[in-house]
Protein backbone atom coordinates (compact mmCIF):
# COMPACT_ATOMS: atom_id res chain seq x y z
CA UNK A 1 0.00 0.00 0.00
CA UNK A 2 3.05 2.44 0.99
CA UNK A 3 4.71 1.56 -2.44
CA UNK A 4 1.00 2.40 -4.41
CA UNK A 5 0.81 5.67 -2.69
CA UNK A 6 4.33 6.88 -3.10
CA UNK A 7 3.97 5.80 -6.90
CA UNK A 8 1.02 7.99 -6.95
CA UNK A 9 2.44 10.75 -5.19
CA UNK A 10 6.00 10.85 -7.49
CA UNK A 11 3.53 10.61 -10.54
CA UNK A 12 1.36 13.61 -9.43
CA UNK A 13 4.34 15.78 -8.52
CA UNK A 14 6.40 15.33 -11.80
CA UNK A 15 2.96 15.87 -13.97
CA UNK A 16 2.68 19.51 -12.05
CA UNK A 17 6.53 19.75 -12.47
CA UNK A 18 5.74 19.13 -16.14
CA UNK A 19 3.13 21.84 -16.31
CA UNK A 20 4.79 24.43 -14.71
CA UNK A 21 7.66 24.34 -17.32
CA UNK A 22 4.96 23.76 -19.95
CA UNK A 23 3.37 27.48 -18.70
CA UNK A 24 6.00 29.31 -20.69
CA UNK A 25 6.56 28.32 -23.88
CA UNK A 26 10.08 29.60 -25.69
CA UNK A 27 12.10 29.03 -28.14
CA UNK A 28 15.68 29.64 -28.88
CA UNK A 29 16.88 30.72 -32.44
CA UNK A 30 20.20 31.06 -33.60
CA UNK A 31 20.53 33.71 -36.18
CA UNK A 32 23.70 34.56 -38.75
CA UNK A 33 23.61 38.19 -37.50
CA UNK A 34 21.09 40.73 -36.45
CA UNK A 35 19.67 44.26 -36.71
CA UNK A 36 19.22 45.60 -33.43
CA UNK A 37 17.00 49.19 -32.87
CA UNK A 38 15.91 50.74 -29.91
CA UNK A 39 13.43 53.54 -29.28
CA UNK A 40 14.26 55.17 -26.42
CA UNK A 41 11.23 57.26 -25.76
CA UNK A 42 8.68 54.42 -25.79
CA UNK A 43 11.26 52.54 -24.26
CA UNK A 44 10.99 48.58 -26.56
CA UNK A 45 12.96 47.85 -29.09
CA UNK A 46 12.95 45.36 -32.63
CA UNK A 47 15.27 42.60 -33.22
CA UNK A 48 15.87 41.86 -37.00
CA UNK A 49 17.64 38.37 -37.52
CA UNK A 50 19.22 37.70 -40.46
CA UNK A 51 19.72 34.05 -42.08
CA UNK A 52 17.48 32.73 -39.55
CA UNK A 53 15.47 29.76 -41.59
CA UNK A 54 13.25 28.84 -38.53
CA UNK A 55 12.12 32.79 -37.43
CA UNK A 56 8.79 32.76 -38.39
CA UNK A 57 8.45 36.86 -38.08
CA UNK A 58 10.53 39.52 -39.69
CA UNK A 59 10.84 41.26 -36.77
CA UNK A 60 10.81 41.03 -32.66
CA UNK A 61 9.95 43.29 -30.02
CA UNK A 62 12.17 43.83 -27.02
CA UNK A 63 12.08 45.64 -23.83
CA UNK A 64 14.66 47.90 -22.07
CA UNK A 65 14.68 45.05 -19.46
CA UNK A 66 15.94 42.47 -21.85
CA UNK A 67 18.74 39.85 -20.81
CA UNK A 68 22.11 40.38 -22.62
CA UNK A 69 24.62 38.09 -22.88
CA UNK A 70 28.30 38.46 -24.09
CA UNK A 71 30.67 35.68 -24.50
CA UNK A 72 28.75 34.52 -21.33
CA UNK A 73 28.83 37.70 -19.34
CA UNK A 74 26.09 40.09 -19.14
CA UNK A 75 26.43 43.32 -20.75
CA UNK A 76 24.79 46.53 -21.12
CA UNK A 77 21.68 47.54 -23.81
CA UNK A 78 24.28 50.09 -24.66
CA UNK A 79 26.77 48.11 -25.39
CA UNK A 80 24.56 45.90 -27.55
CA UNK A 81 23.37 48.74 -29.51
CA UNK A 82 27.60 49.60 -30.38
CA UNK A 83 28.44 45.68 -31.24
CA UNK A 84 25.52 44.06 -32.95
CA UNK A 85 26.78 44.10 -36.22
CA UNK A 86 30.09 42.43 -35.02
CA UNK A 87 27.86 39.61 -33.57
CA UNK A 88 28.73 36.29 -34.59
CA UNK A 89 25.85 33.51 -34.44
CA UNK A 90 23.96 35.17 -32.37
CA UNK A 91 20.98 33.19 -30.44
CA UNK A 92 17.62 35.33 -29.72
CA UNK A 93 15.48 33.05 -26.74
CA UNK A 94 11.81 34.06 -27.48
CA UNK A 95 8.30 34.01 -25.37
CA UNK A 96 5.86 32.26 -27.78
CA UNK A 97 3.17 33.52 -25.88
CA UNK A 98 3.84 37.22 -26.72
CA UNK A 99 6.74 36.75 -29.24
CA UNK A 100 9.10 39.19 -26.98
CA UNK A 101 12.86 38.14 -26.90
CA UNK A 102 13.71 38.07 -23.15
CA UNK A 103 17.45 36.82 -23.44
CA UNK A 104 19.87 37.75 -26.14
CA UNK A 105 23.57 35.94 -26.55
CA UNK A 106 25.95 36.42 -28.51
Excluded: W
Amino acid sequence: MKILLSTLLLCLFTSILHAETLKHKTSALETNGIKVEFFSSSNYGVITPIGCSYCLQKTYKFYSDININKKGKTTTLQSLLAEYSRAKYPTIFINLDSNVVYKLNY
